[in-house]
């Protein structure tokens, strides 16, 4: 496509602001690629911006959950309650643990999972409830906190698409439960790959850090500095790279504009789509959220999908249901809100290429697509 197709045209892509490649070049040059004192300067930048002791840093946001829940302690026989809408990368990460997904019903209205549903799908194998914050919405679990407390199960979230959020007076991350995010090329916040956990004490931290490196325990001067190195427990390589951080670095700096930016186009979004008929905006709270996704419900969606696309505007779908999803077949539960739900979601492009006008373009096809414009 040539740099005149209009960006509602486009799939996201990573949002840079201009100071990333130079960020870049400087740790090539410096020749240090793996977790270095840039890695570490972004974890600390980050855990700043959110208002929290400690950040770790890993490969991906998918790291973030597997680490979170080993730390956490999930492992075989246990059950982690999560929702069927969701990226399968959420799914995986439990099966990573050799844990179970019980997987639960989402409200149609937020994408986000009740809980009542989380209460009623406690078993005496729940270890862990993972919600995730559908678009960046934060989900308040109060209600239920001491239920989980009695019973031992801890809450970790899946903040992937919620980096910058508000969860009451706090962002998302500083709420006190173990929390995840990712990093990716189209995340609020990118490195190209990355993740971050919120860990909850000194002592998760530490465990998460030894985790991501290969159960080894040692600064990289202690390792350069000794004949040796002590490895003492389990571990995977999922250490962030010096050459994503500096990524995330740069961006972070400017991240208003960021927040500012996907407000503003997902508020052009509701004024456009307000009343049309046949067509729900699903409601990311967006006052305090920095939106990830523009999502709506349709009927016939299969048909819109295709009309959209013959228009040349890039929908997708977030997400199929992972219950029906054949690697998970054998956690399948009956959840027909789940399967209703997955067969009217719709995301518009949002993005931040996009403009208010491609906004008010994408909103005037879908009425087209629908049925409900003139
Ligand atoms: C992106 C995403 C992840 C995984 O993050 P990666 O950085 O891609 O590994 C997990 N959960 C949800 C909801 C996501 O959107």
Avoid at 77 to 100: D, K, M, N, R, Y
Avoid at 137 to 158: G, M, Y
Avoid at 219 to 233: D, K, L, N, W
């Amino acid at each position: 496509m040539n740099s005149s197709t209009p960006e509602y045209r486009r799939n996201a892509t990573p949002f840079l602001y201009g100071q990333e490649d130079k960020a870049v070049a400087r740790v090539l040059e410096a020749g240090q690629y793996g977790h270095t004192e840039v890695t570490e300067e972004f974890e600390q930048k980050v855990a700043a911006f959110l208002g929290v002791p400690d950040a770790v840093a890993v490969t991906s946001g998918t790291a973030a959950l597997h680490t979170a829940l080993l730390a956490a302690g999930i492992g075989p026989g246990h059950e982690v309650i999560v929702p069927s809408l969701t990226f399968c990368a959420t799914i995986q990460a439990v099966l990573a643990c050799g844990a179970a997904p019980r997987f639960i019903e989402v409200s149609p209205g937020t994408l986000c999972i009740e809980p009542d549903a989380a209460v009623e799908a406690i078993t005496p194998a729940t270890r862990a409830v993972m919600p995730v914050l559908f678009g960046g919405r934060a989900i308040d679990l109060s209600s239920i906190r001491s239920t989980l407390d009695e019973q031992d199960i801890a809450v970790i979230e899946d903040a992937a698409h919620a980096f910058g959020s508000y969860n009451g007076p706090v962002r998302v991350g500083g709420t006190g439960d173990l929390t995840c995010f990712s990093f990716g090329p189209v995340k609020n916040l990118t490195c190209g790959q990355g993740g971050m956990v919120i860990p909850r004490t000194p002592e998760e931290a530490a465990t998460i850090r030894r985790l991501r490196l290969l159960g080894v325990v040692a600064s990289q001067a202690e390792r350069q500095a000794a004949t040796s190195y002590r490895v003492e427990g389990f571990g995977l390589r999922y250490q962030l790279s010096s050459i994503n951080a500096a990524i995330g670095l740069a961006q972070l700096p400017r991240f208003k504009t960021t927040e500012i930016k996907r407000q503003e186009l997902w508020r052009a979004y509701r004024a456009a789509l307000h009343r049309a008929k046949g067509i729900t905006l699903v409601d990311v709270d967006v006052d305090r959220t920095v939106p990830h996704l523009c999502v709506v419900r349709v009927a016939d969606r299969e048909a819109v999908f295709r009309r959209m696309l013959a228009a040349r505007i890039a929908v997708g779908v977030h997400y199929p249901p992972n219950h029906l999803q054949p690697a998970f077949a054998q956690w399948w539960r009956s959840l027909p809100v789940t399967e209703q739900i997955g067969e009217e979601i719709l995301s518009l492009p949002f993005h931040q290429h996009m403009t208010e006008d491609d906004v008010y373009h994408v909103a005037a096809a879908l009425k087209l697509a629908t049925g409900s414009g003139r």
